[in-house]
């Protein structure tokens, strides 16, 4: 029985790590429903149990109407979670988030340092490289599903070509966790 606050740090540890590997998100096949809302650039970040493994993605509502995110699941792992990570005087810290919303005509993203996807009890012989499924459902009842790329706890693909990032200034702030 882990405690607490080991749970945590771990959990950090591997977001921290994650934050270096969005940078191949874009490579990330994907599979979406009919229906207004739909996911895109799904990719997990694959840790060793007992780690949680962090998932992100990028949804899209082309509908008139706020959508509403109640839930998550995966046939590849026995617990999904909505998670957002945030930052208070240089220290980083997560907590559940519930009744997500995405914009009419706008996106929702899951990404390193902000709302992700928290994956915990992968099905046994999970590995990098295969890709698993995420299944999404809103408030009205519809459904819509990614196809998420299953990539390496050493991942360090490196920032280029993401707008806003620049290397390692993105992981300012997680300092506090004993993360280099
Ligand atoms: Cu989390």
């Known amino acids: ?64 109407s706020t959508a509403v995110l109640k839930s ?22 997560m907590s559940a988030v519930h009744d997500l919303k995405v914009p009419a005509g706008g996106d929702l993203a899951f990404r390193p340092g902000s709302y992700h996807l928290m994956l915990e009890q992968p099905r046994a012989g999970l590995k990098v490289g295969d890709t698993v499924e995420m299944r999404f459902r809103l408030a009205d009842g519809a459904e819509f599903s990614a196809a998420c790329a299953v990539k390496p706890a050493n991942a360090m693909p490196g920032m280029r070509g993401m707008p806003g990032m620049s290397g390692r200034g993105d992981m300012k702030g997680m300092s506090g966790h004993g993360m280099r």
Not at 9 to 17: D, H, P
């Open 1 to 64: 029985m882990q405690t607490p606050g080991i749970r945590v740090w771990v959990m950090v540890a591997g977001l921290c790590l994650a934050s270096e590997a969005w940078g191949q998100s874009a490579s990330a096949q994907t599979q979406t429903d009919a229906g207004p809302v739909s996911a895109s650039q799904c990719w997990i970040r694959q840790l060793p149990a007992p780690a949680p493994s962090g998932g992100f993605l990028l949804i899209h509502n082309s509908g008139a």
């Open 72 to 93: 998550v699941d995966s046939p590849d792992y026995k617990q999904v979670m909505m998670h957002q990570t945030t930052e208070s005087g240089g220290m980083s810290s």
